[in-house]
Structures are given as C-alpha cells and as structure tokens.
C-alpha cells in the first residue's frame, strides 16, 4: 500500500507565505504525476496544481497562477507547493494526491490546514 503524507500546513496572514509538503512512501509505485487540490465546507474538492513526475511539467489553477509553485523531489518522492501572497480565500483543507497513470489519482493524504487571516 503506499501511503502519503502532508505536511506545512498552518496559520499566516494574508500576503504571506506556506510552503507545504508531501512525501510518498510505502509499495513502490510508478509515479506518473503529483497533486495538489482543496477543500472547504462551502465548496467541493478544487484543484490547485500538479506536476508530470516523468517531464517536470507543472500545472495550476486560474485562482493560484503566479503565487503558487510546486515542485518535486524524485529521489524523495516528494511534492512540494510553496504559497505565496496568501488571501484569506485561500483557506481549506489542502490534500496532496498521487497518480500512479494518466487520469486517475489514487492515493490520497489525510489532508493539512491553511488558514489565511485577514
């Protein structure tokens, strides 16, 4: 079974910054790609960015382009996402996700804490 795990997650006010990360470990798996998505009562599950394991070819949201930036640890199996400018609409509940081929994330963290004060 492979497991990941989020970490980073936080309080900060608003134009701050988080950098979260996410470590993937357990039965080897092929790693075709890596995510990032949200999550608020208000809402449902959002995308934020994600990144081809294989080109390094990132991803992002209309809501987080040129504030977020992801990147990767391949040795690690890691994803990282560094926040920038933080709004308070940025707060949720931020799941890391793993996709083992195209199309299909099947592994899933618990989930980390943003809260952006205003």
């Known amino acids: 079974q492979m497991h990941v795990v989020e970490t980073g997650g936080g309080l900060v006010q608003a134009g701050g910054s988080l950098r979260l990360s996410c470590a993937a470990s357990g039965r080897t798996v092929s790693i075709f790609a890596m995510g990032w998505f949200r999550q608020t009562p208000e809402k449902d599950r959002e995308f934020v960015s994600a990144i081809n394991w294989g080109s390094d070819i990132t991803y992002y949201s209309d809501a987080v382009r040129g504030r977020f930036t992801i990147s990767r640890d391949v040795a690690e199996n890691t994803v990282y996402l560094q926040m920038n400018s933080l709004k308070p609409d940025d707060t949720a509940v931020y799941y890391c996700?793993?996709?083992?081929?195209?199309?299909?994330?099947?592994?899933w963290g618990q989930g980390t804490q943003v809260t952006v004060s205003s």
């Open positions: 996700a793993l996709a083992s081929s195209i199309g299909r994330y099947d592994y």
